[in-house]
Antibody, heavy 117, light 112 residues
Framework: QVHLVESGGGVVQPGRSLRLSCAAS????????MHWVRQAPGKGLEWVAV????????YYGESVRGRFTISRDNSKNTLYLDMNNLRADDTAVYYC??????????WGQGTLVTVSS | DIVMTQTPLSLSVTPGQPASISCRSS???????????LDWYLQRPGQSPQLLIY???HRASGVPDRFSASDSGTDFTLTISRVEAEDVGVYYC?????????FGQGTKLEIK
């Protein structure tokens, strides 16, 4: 059974940085691409980033490009999202999701990031 | 970027009645392999999204057969043949043909 557990969320001041983690289990992590998707309070889903199974190909949404970095450690079955220069409009629940046929298929429960002074 | 437009944004359905949601893309989602890179999700209240349909019209594992979808390059429709109480939530489409991947605005389904 696929299990994805996000962590690292919390309250952070504007302009600061935060690292999110996603621990994966129940499947062979190293052969799947992985996504980050976010959802601002009361809003719809926004795709954030994706990377392939072994690292070289990474793509980002326009609102986070240049500030966020997706990475992974296949030896630890863990996906990361490094978020720099955070803004108030980055406040959201951040989901990690496994990639199948390019799109997310299995999702974690999410971790809340609040950017506020 | 590819723009995804869902209609309606909300609908109220009597249990046992059908429901349809449309998703239109600003350009064709048909790839050279013959598949449309369009998926559908349901996000129930307080839960994470779950995959319903992948590659335009393929039902995901465990999804009831009352859910079906049609695809035609730029026009996509999710149909629930007989709505049940557990179908309440927000439905989203996503295009995965090219990055940045983009979601529709969401369609909120409620029960009358």
């Amino acid at each position: 059974q696929v299990h994805l557990v996000e962590s690292g969320g919390g309250v952070v001041q504007p302009g600061r940085s935060l690292r999110l983690s996603c621990a994966a289990s129940g499947f062979t992590f190293s052969i799947f691409g992985m996504h980050w998707v976010r959802q601002a309070p009361g809003k719809g889903l926004e795709w954030v980033a994706v990377m392939d199974n072994d690292g070289p190909n990474k793509y980002y949404g326009e609102s986070v490009r240049g500030r966020f970095t997706i990475s992974r450690d296949n030896s630890k079955n863990t996906l990361y999202l490094d978020m720099n220069n955070l803004r108030a409009d980055d406040t959201a629940v951040y989901y990690c999701a496994r990639s199948a046929n390019r799109a997310p298929d299995q999702w974690g429960q999410g971790t809340l990031v609040t950017v506020s002074s | 970027d590819i723009v995804m437009t869902q209609t309606p944004l909300s609908l109220s359905v009597t249990p046992g009645q059908p429901a349809s949601i449309s998703c239109r893309s600003s350009q064709s989602l048909l790839y050279s392999n013959g598949y449309n890179y369009l998926d559908w999700y349901l996000q129930r209240p307080g839960q994470s999204p779950q995959l319903l349909i992948y590659l335009g019209s393929h039902r995901a594992s465990g999804v009831p057969d009352r859910f079906s979808a049609s695809d035609s390059g730029t026009d996509f429709t999710l149909t629930i043949s007989r709505v049940e109480a557990e179908d309440v939530g927000v439905y989203y489409c996503i295009q995965a043909l090219q990055t940045p991947y983009t979601f529709g605005q969401g369609t909120k389904l409620e029960i009358k």
